[in-house]
Nanobody
């Protein structure tokens, strides 16, 4: 069982930045694929970014809507994954969720079904 706790959300004006954090329980954090998803009211939960390891290679994936603006990273020593969000837009407004899975399937990396563990979410609101 893994517990994920997000933090760092808040209210920011368009063009501003926020950094979200996701703290995970457990001692084998590096073995997990870590992802960020977001969900606006009335919309489906959508993929934002993910980070995974395979051998000596780090794999990073972004949704097209955030590529070039958001950066996912992880600190295995702290069991924490981050999402740095720059150049925020009103359409980025959503509850942001951290997710984790032990299964690295590239084809499913952007799907919610791949992830076994979820945080409670942190709200990001971007004003125009």
């Amino acid at each position: 069982q893994v517990q994920l706790v997000e933090s760092g959300g808040g209210l920011v004006q368009a063009g501003g930045s926020l950094r979200l954090s996701c703290a995970a329980s457990g001692r084998t954090f590096s073995e997990f694929v870590m992802g960020w998803f977001r969900q606006a009211p009335g919309k489906e939960r959508e993929f934002v970014a993910a980070i995974a390891y395979s051998g000596s290679t780090t794999y990073i994936y972004y949704a097209d809507s955030v590529k070039g603006r958001f950066t996912i990273s992880r600190d295995n020593a702290k069991n924490t994954v981050y999402l740095r969000m720059n150049s925020l837009k009103p359409e980025d407004t959503a509850a942001y969720y951290c997710a984790a899975t032990r299964v690295f399937q590239i084809a499913a990396i952007r799907t919610t079904r791949l992830y076994d563990y979820w945080g409670q979410g942190t709200q990001v609101t971007v004003s125009s």
